[in-house]
Structures are given as structure tokens and as C-alpha cells.
């Protein structure tokens, strides 16, 4: 089996790619988050991927508090970008191959048409510049990598905002959601399905490669609430409001819609659609919630 480890192992992601390993023989797995590995320790770091043998590593881990990284900007790059040098480093010296997950918030949001691999990075708040100088520390290091971009992430697991919305939406009979901020959910079982198959067939992948991976389609997170309002049957108006009335200290992308155009002619793969997702998701959470009773 080939040994392979994953960063940030509690977070949504990581948590998909838990449930993917229950059923997979093909690699040794080792999931870490801080509490195990402390990724921005370079020594422990590099003394735990030669211990195992590491031969692939995914990177989950991130600061990823938007707010809370213009209050701690230095923690945020920490995380994001210091840690991410000494992961290139140790897997540099191990001959792993690196699989690093970012964000839309690298770009302004300012473009109107599909954010394309090579568009110039241009994050308008703390938390996108450290993904930013994550991924430029990347791209300048020797070691084989993957940058895989996505956004507005989801799943049953973890704080979310389809989460939120259910749960708000049980408790009030109208929320106030913005209208004027376009994007495409992702939802992370299907990021984790898209990762394993990068690294099956890594043998296709160029020394450096930048993917952009969310489903398919383009919404606002008003049109997302309320489609979650709908499944889930809940009486809750969905009030559409500008990003100017809506109460956050950090400047969000107005747009963040990635072309995925790259990815899907690479592995001939087709991406899921945001809806059909968000109905498998909320699947599984429903199935979640049934009481388990003893045979």
C-alpha cells in the first residue's frame, strides 16, 4: 500500500476523505490535524513524512476564519503559507507529490467571467492573501504539487452554510441573505472523489499543475438559501439584500465563479451539478438524523 498523509483531517474535506478510505486498499493512510502534527513545526514535520514513508500528502489544513484573519494576519499566514514552505520542503526531500487545496478568495472577484488557472491572483483581504502567498511559495519550490482551487465548501459535517441555513431556517420565518455575491458551492465529498482521482492517475499530471474545481454552475447565496429552504421543506422567506447591508468587516469577492474547463479535459471526468450535490448532501444529513436502533 502506498503511505499517504492528510493534513487537517477534522475539517470538512478531510472528513470526506476519511469515509473514502473505509472502503479504499490502495493506500496506507495517515490522517493528522494539529493536535497530531503540528504542520508549522518543520522538524516534526519532516521527521513524521520520513518515518512513514510518505508518498503523497494532501493538505487540508487552513485558517480559514475570514473575519478573524484581519485581526490576526500573522496566524493566517502562519497556516496558510509558512506551513504550506514546509510541507513543499519535507515532501521536496521525500519525492512526494503535494496536493495543496485554495480558494476563489485568491481573486478579487472583480472579473464577471470564469476565474481561468492563469488569471493574476489579486485577494482583497488577509485571509485570500495568505492563500495567495501560500500558492506562490508553492509554485517557486522544486517539489512535484497540485494546487487545487475551490469554493463555497460544504458538507454534513462541520460549520457550513447549508448547516446555517437549516438551522436558522427552524428557528425564523424569514432570513436576509445576499443577492449581489455569484459563485458556485462545492460540495466536499465530490472535491475528495476529485482529489483521489488526481492522485490515481498522477502519473498524467505535469511537475506543477493548478486545477480549479467546484460543481457546475452559477448562483448567488440568496438563490443557494433559498434552494435549501425548498428541499428541506422549511417555512422561511429568503430576503435578498446587497453585500452593502449585510453587516462583515471583510470584503467578499462579488464574483467567484472558476472555470473547470482545465480539470475536465484533463480527466475526462464530468463535475456534478450544484443542485444534484446539495440534494446528496442533505441526504446524507437527514440519514444522519434518524435515530439508530439496535438490531
Not at 497530531?36 to 518543520?42: E, R
Not at 513543499?88 to 481573486?107: P, W
Not at 473547470?260 to 475526462?268: D, F, M
Request: proline content about 4%.
Amino acid at each position: 500500500m502506498i503511505p499517504i498523509l492528510i493534513t487537517g483531517s477534522n475539517g470538512q474535506l478531510g472528513t470526506e476523505l476519511r469515509k473514502y478510505s473505509l472502503l479504499d486498499t490502495t493506500f496506507q493512510w495517515h490522517f493528522t490535524d494539529l493536535d497530531t502534527l503540528d504542520i508549522t513545526n518543520p522538524e516534526s514535520l519532516n521527521g513524521f513524512i520520513q518515518e512513514h514513508q510518505i508518498q503523497y500528502c494532501v493538505n487540508c489544513a487552513a485558517y480559514t476564519a475570514v473575519d478573524k484573519a484581519e485581526d490576526e494576519p500573522e496566524l493566517a499566514h502562519l497556516v496558510n503559507a509558512v506551513a504550506v514552505k514546509n510541507l513543499a520542503d519535507a515532501c521536496y526531500k521525500s519525492n512526494s507529490l503535494l496536493v495543496h487545496i485554495s480558494t476563489d478568495y485568491v481573486f478579487d472577484g472583480e472579473h464577471y467571467k470564469p476565474y481561468v488557472e492563469t488569471d493574476p491572483m489579486n485577494p482583497v483581504s488577509a485571509y485570500g492573501k495568505s492563500k495567495a502567498d501560500g500558492e506562490e511559495i508553492l509554485q517557486q519550490h522544486d517539489c512535484r504539487s497540485v494546487i487545487i482551487r475551490t469554493s463555497w465548501l460544504y458538507s454534513a459535517t462541520g460549520n457550513n452554510f447549508v448547516k446555517t441555513m437549516i438551522r436558522l431556517g427552524k428557528e425564523r420565518s424569514e432570513l436576509r441573505v445576499v443577492a449581489d455575491q455569484a459563485g458556485t458551492p462545492t460540495w466536499a465529498a465530490d472535491l475528495a472523489s476529485v482529489i483521489m482521482y488526481i492522485l490515481i492517475n498522477q502519473q498524467k499530471l505535469n511537475r506543477k499543475e493548478v486545477f480549479h474545481y467546484s460543481n457546475e454552475g452559477l448562483i448567488s447565496w440568496y438563490d443557494f438559501a433559498r434552494t435549501i429552504m425548498e428541499l428541506e421543506q422549511l417555512n422561511c422567506s429568503i430576503i435578498p439584500i446587497s453585500s452593502a447591508e449585510y453587516p462583515v468587516r471583510t470584503k467578499r469577492p462579488f464574483y467567484s465563479v472558476l472555470d473547470k474547463s482545465k480539470y475536465r479535459n484533463w480527466s475526462g471526468e464530468p463535475i456534478p451539478y450544484w443542485k444534484d450535490s446539495l440534494i446528496n448532501c442533505l441526504t446524507e444529513l437527514r440519514q444522519m438524523a434518524q435515530p439508530k436502533t439496535d438490531l
